[in-house]
């Protein structure tokens, strides 16, 4: 049982900047392919960016490239999302999720049906 904790997110102005962190206990992340989703009041729950196994390859939203980046820390146990110049339409709950290794093309890592484990989320709110 993978359980996963997401931490970092916060209200920011429009163009700001904010790193989110996804932890887990009693497992090592990196033997997992890690995605970020989030979700707005009233909206379908979208993939924001994925990360596979050791970290090899990457993958984004079109709405996430060039301003949102995911990384792993080894170290610390974390795949973060560095976002920066923020917009308004990013506020939504972000959740980190962990599937199969195998997760690698971009149809496989943007499908969340393909994750076992969620964490909680964590609420981003970018005023305008």
């Known amino acids: 049982q993978v359980q996963l904790v997401e931490s970092g997110g916060g209200l920011v102005q429009a163009g700001g900047s904010l790193r989110l962190s996804c932890t887990a206990s009693?497992?090592?992340?990196?033997?997992?392919?890690i995605a970020w989703f989030r979700q707005d009041y009233g909206k379908e729950r979208e993939f924001v960016a994925g990360i596979t196994w050791w970290g090899r390859i990457t993958h984004y939203a079109d709405s996430a490239k060039g301003r949102l980046t995911i990384s792993r820390d080894s170290a610390k146990n974390t795949v973060d999302l560095q976002m920066d110049s923020l917009k308004p339409e990013d506020t939504a709950v972000y959740y980190c999720a962990a599937g199969n290794p195998g997760l690698r093309t971009i149809e496989a890592v943007s499908d969340e049906g393909k994750y076992d484990y969620w964490g909680q989320g964590t609420q981003v709110t970018v005023s305008s």
């Open positions: 009693g497992r090592t992340l990196s033997l997992y392919t």
